[in-house]
């Protein structure tokens, strides 16, 4: 294809999402999310990584892998309207464009080394789905990136809305004691799809190796069960 | 390759820069200049820009086109520290990485609509070199990108650093009088590679076709010449 773009992975993400359901919208919105960044053993060299301590947040630019179309559609349905109002893809941040691209802005924790990985980025506030295959990583530069005189649409409606969780501790036990708050911030954060209002059924979320059931009523999310 | 991905542009974009030397070193550094968004044929839509007019700020993700290489370095030599000092590419803006993709933040100022072009996106505060291939763009959503709690090292300290410009009149005037502002503006952010320190050295930046001459002496750039 006429310039085309032949792009690889450089890392792999891990995180505790194996499935799509519960991910934040955006990165940042849930800060307790970690994130492992593992590079490809092509791409496994610390000097690669020289200075990047002395940035507080990186740009992950990764691969929408659950999401490859084989062909594009102009518009699609955020989730957060309703899904049944059409946007302009170029006008959101979906996962079904063009090129597949995402783009997250993470906070970076720690850089640690292991024989096994190699030197790996711990991050928080990620939005990605584990084993996501990241192509980039750049620093976030305040002065270029920071904008603070942007305004934004309907997605920025969507800034301080947030569910009250009731999460019984019997239940909240069950869940690693170290994934327990990131787990309280995504359900706050409202998994459900569309808005959907039907208070009796019931959703699981997939996260940290549990299966975490729960039923939404008006502002409030009870968790009624934990599978570990 | 497993894997990989192929990325095609969407867009060109067209700005005042034929030639690298002179480009702002960040999106946003010189608000005055601008760039033309035109689509490829195939993405050629109005309705895949269907809700953008509501986001003051798009990301550019970009094809680094004059920058790619056949195998990749771990370490860069930023201009601005001098080209002496090696840093890791992943802690870099460099377009010299793995994947050859940049990132820049610009200001949507108009949607155009022409029988010849379709419809295309006037934006501001671009860093680009005129006919960049643009591989996606996505809206500025200021709850996520805009992160005022963030540091960043030794970019920021560049921040504020400008040369005083003189630019006499009768040269000035050889300018197009829409380009001007812009002109003086990249001028000001010292095009000059690595802070070169040779007050005798006649620099030349090529802007909207023309051929801008100077020098510098301390903080001061004086221009010499303008060949249109």
Known sequence: MENALLIRPVAHIRTDFSDKFGIPRQSGRVPALMGKIVFE????????????????????????????????????????????KRI????????????????????LEKIEHSAKEGTVLIVSGVDLLDNTPIL?????????????????????????YRLEVKFPSPLLELVPEDKREAAMACLADDPRPSYQQDEERVYSMRFAECDIHFTVSGNTLTVTGVDV
């Open 88 to 107: 302009g893809v170029f006008a959101t941040r979906s996962p079904f464009r063009p090129n597949p691209i995402g783009l997250s802005c993470v906070k």
């Open 41 to 84: 053993p092509e791409f496994r060299d610390p000097d690669a990584l020289r200075g990047i301590e002395e940035f507080s947040h990186l740009w992950l630019l990764f691969d929408f892998s659950q999401s490859h179309r084989d062909s594009w559609s102009p518009t699609v349905r955020p989730p957060r309207l309703g899904g049944n």
């Open 136 to 160: 980039d990583i750049k620093p976030y530069i305040p002065y270029a990136d920071c904008r603070p005189e942007a305004t934004g649409s309907f997605a920025e409606e969507q800034k301080d």
